[in-house]
């Protein structure tokens, strides 16, 4: 009964965000790393990314392997829907999760730099359903990009999360991110999460535009709580 509460509240909210939506165009990727960045796709352009995640310990130790794909599909009014579906690979097995999401962009000024994007992720298991829980996130980011070939990017915001959560959980936090290009296809990335909870990261790497259609980034996250509590990612993005 909870979740279905949840459920409904949040899909009340995409809703509105859909109602509210209104004029503006960028380009660019869901997420930064783990954080979602203040882009949204194009009308009519997709965005698609494999993910891979994983720990480095013995299965018996925490090791897990994270695999799944993102898909990003640009809307009009500077909108886009996406969905992400995520297997790991641990002992003791993980639910198969699903998380559909939506983000609209309701500011834009290129001339500035800045932009302010807020959305909403859900976060459903499709497997072992008595193991898993429905959780959602609600965010509000926003970005100022500095001029210059080689201009950093720095995001900042706020997020909320909803649902049942381990005792202790934060369910409020910080969002920040920070790009800096360092040649036309190469960045140093890195994000964070602040809060102790299910998604309380910090992740650096790089990023590496393989063609107009194509990047890779590649990251490692450490955990705002707990020794060891870390993971190397790889994600590989194409956009058409």
Do not use: C
Not at 15 to 38: D, E, K, W, Y
Not at 95 to 108: A, D, H, L, S
Not at 124 to 131: F, G, M, Y
Not at 154 to 161: A, K
């Amino acid at each position: 009964m909870r979740s279905q509460t949840l459920l409904r509240s949040l899909l009340l909210v995409v809703v509105i965000l859909l109602v509210s939506a209104h004029a503006s165009r960028t380009m660019g990727q869901s997420t930064i790393f783990n954080v979602p960045s203040s882009d949204v796709q194009a009308p009519r352009k997709v965005y698609l990314e494999a993910d891979f995640i994983t720990h480095f310990a013995s299965y018996k130790d925490g090791g897990y392997q994270t695999y799944g794909p993102r898909v990003v599909v640009g809307l009009p009014g500077n909108t886009e829907v996406g969905v992400n579906a995520f297997y790991t690979r641990a002992s003791p097995g993980e639910p198969v999760e699903i998380q559909p999401n939506f983000k609209w962009q309701f500011y834009n000024n290129e001339k500035n730099g800045v932009a302010l994007a807020a959305g909403v992720l859900l976060t459903i298991p499709a497997t072992r359903r008595h193991e898993g829980k429905t959780t959602g996130m609600l965010y509000v980011v926003g970005s100022k990009t500095f001029p210059g070939n080689h201009g950093p990017r720095l995001t900042f915001g706020g997020y909320r999360l909803a649902g049942p959560f381990e005792p202790g959980s934060d369910r409020t936090g910080v969002i920040a991110a920070y790009e800096q290009p360092v040649t036309a296809k190469f960045s140093f990335v890195t994000d964070w999460f602040s809060g102790k909870n299910d998604i309380g990261y910090v992740t650096a790497g790089a990023g590496i535009t393989l063609s107009p259609k194509q990047n890779i980034y590649a990251g490692y996250s450490f955990g705002n709580e707990g020794r060891g509590n870390n993971s190397l990612g790889v994600y590989y993005g194409y956009s058409f």
